[in-house]
């Protein structure tokens, strides 16, 4: 005669697989944890990296031109204006020539009018974002229209400096509408994030832009 499994075996069998279970599950858990951790600073990581490359990009072709409606505006409508601000709340504002058509047979051309800035997030209390400023309309107000996007968000800090080739020197501004500065542009950009919690000591995200035409457009040369 054959004999079966009682109901008390059978419940201490589900009782060890159960535990069994709970063992396996505990160990694989931290690792799935560690996986989503890793993955989000990843992807925080490649967030920050495109934003600093896009900004190297853009200020690299930053220019100044003398070639504007002489009768219509009283200075050239082309700006570099770098500003240092408390907090490591720098501001940079210019004309570049790296605009990107996104639509096919827009009234759009190479240039445009960009500015980066810290902007505290309306959404989330405490946040500050870094948010890009494109201006495709050049006139006499370039601190005044254009569209704003988010280039990375949670942002401690932004800090720009702008290299002097004649005083072979770090300079904290640099604005083209200045008597000292006019019809000039620094010949590298050093730009850094600080990124961190709020409170904690940040870490420091630099890289450096090269501009490509330092001295001003005149096609009348």
Known sequence: ??????????????????????L????????????????????????????????????????????????RYRQMLTVFDGRHNAGDHDTLTFTSLSHQRLYENALESDESLIQYKLVENPQISGQVD????????????PERGGTEDVLCEDVQGLQLLYWDPVKMEWEEDWNTLDVERANTLPFRVKITLLIGEPGAIPTRYTTQAEIALPQPLDRTQ
Do not use: C, H
Request: aromatic letters at 8%; zero cysteines; hydrophobic letters at 45%.
């Open 24 to 71: 396996i599950w505990g160990s694989f858990g931290p690792s799935w944890q560690l996986k989503e951790t890793v993955e989000q600073q990843a992807d925080r990581d490649a967030e920050i990296r495109l934003a600093m490359n896009r900004m190297a990009r853009e200020i690299s072709m930053a220019y100044l031109s003398n070639d504007y409606d002489k009768t």
């Open 130 to 141: 870094l948010v890009r400023r494109e201006k495709t309309v050049m006139d006499d107000e």
């Open 1 to 22: 005669m054959r004999r079966g499994f009682t109901l008390l075996e059978a419940l201490i069998s589900l009782a060890i697989m159960a535990f069994m279970g709970a």
